[in-house]
Structure formats: structure tokens, C-alpha cells
């Protein structure tokens, strides 16, 4: 999977906004969304919040995790914990990105939430770097990371494959009996 298909299911995400517009109930594939009064909250997926922003037809109520106390007590958790912590959401990353995106004015603390939200993202990528150099220099077969958001693991997976069977390798050169090696030499 790359970024933007982890995106794509980010953008699936439920979000709040407030139409100014009347429209009947949107029937789709994945379910029916609506109906739409002008002023009265309604949820849609984050995809639809975006568009009818854009086209400056809905007002977009930040997510309940979108808050800067909350997200600096998760920052603090997540710095003083050796393990990873459970995040308010799983696509915290992309939905920061989209709505900050779009809508800045209407999510309070805009800035100092995307400054804490990428420094939550500095902080677990550089545990997640610490924790894949342990496992690399470590004999095992395995690893149990939890509380990983799939932006994060998207993020490792290109190079674990690879790394991992550099390290097989290497361990097989250096198990093999010094007179097999010999022989295959010649």
C-alpha cells in the first residue's frame, strides 16, 4: 500500500460539518449519507467535507480528538512511554492534513494543532526507527509493535523486507562451516 491509498481510507473517516444548503439524503455505495439542512450539523465522510468546502458549501466541525490540551497530553504520553501509544485515531496524520488543509478557520488552534500533531508524528517515527534498529541486530524472527496507525506502518514497509533479508543473508554467510566455504570458492 502506498500514502495515498492509506489516505484513500483516511478520507473515509467520519467528519462533522455544517451545510448551508438543503438537499435530500445521498444514497452511495458505501451507505446514504444526509440529509442536509442549511445550519444543522450532519456527518459525512471526510472525502465529501473537503469537496463541499471547496465549493464553499459547509462549514467543517473539527474532529472531538482535535484539541490542543488533548493532543498535548497524548504528545507528553507518547514521549515519556517506551512503547507506542494508542493514538485518538488511526488516521490522526491524514485527517490533520486534510481538514487543516482545507479549512483552517474553522478548526480552533488550527497551527498549534498541525505544530503538535507533526511533532507527535517526529516523536513516533524516531521510536519506530529505534525500535526496527533493535529488531534488526536482535536473532528474532518477529516483532509486536502495537498501537501503529497505518500511515506508520506504510512508512516501514518498503525497507523491512529488504533489510530483513540482508540480515538472513549475512547470518547464513557467517553459519556456514569455513570449509564449505572453501569449496564453493573453488
Known amino acids: 500500500m502506498d500514502p495515498n491509498e492509506v489516505e484513500f481510507l483516511g478520507e473515509k473517516q467520519l467528519v462533522t460539518i455544517i451545510p448551508s444548503f438543503t438537499f435530500n439524503q445521498i444514497h452511495l ?3 446514504s449519507i444526509g440529509p442536509f439542512r442549511a ?3 450532519t456527518q459525512v465522510p471526510i472525502w465529501l467535507a473537503v469537496n463541499l468546502k471547496q465549493q464553499q458549501k459547509c462549514r467543517i466541525v473539527g474532529q472531538e480528538w482535535m484539541d490542543a490540551k488533548l493532543l498535548i497530553d497524548v504528545k507528553d504520553e507518547e514521549k515519556t512511554s517506551k512503547f ?4 485518538p485515531s488511526d488516521h490522526y496524520m491524514d485527517e490533520t492534513l486534510m481538514l487543516l488543509g482545507v479549512a483552517p478557520e474553522d478548526i480552533p488552534q488550527a497551527e498549534e494543532i ?3 500533531v507533526k511533532d507527535l508524528w517526529d516523536i513516533r517515527m524516531s521510536k519506530l526507527r529505534t525500535s526496527v534498529d533493535a529488531f534488526m541486530k536482535s536473532d528474532s524472527a518477529f ?8 500511515m506508520e506502518i506504510n512508512c516501514i514497509r518498503p525497507s523491512l523486507p529488504h533489510a530483513l533479508d540482508q540480515r538472513d543473508r549475512i547470518q547464513t ?3 556456514r562451516p569455513r570449509d564449505s566455504q572453501d569449496t ?3
Open 173 to 175: 554467510c557467517g553459519s
Open 84 to 87: 507506542f501509544t494508542k493514538m
Open 29 to 31: 455505495i458505501s451507505g
Open 39 to 41: 445550519g444543522l450539523p
Open 143 to 150: 516483532a509486536k509493535l502495537d498501537h501503529l496507525t497505518p
Open 184 to 186: 564453493q570458492r573453488s
Open 114 to 116: 498541525r505544530t503538535i
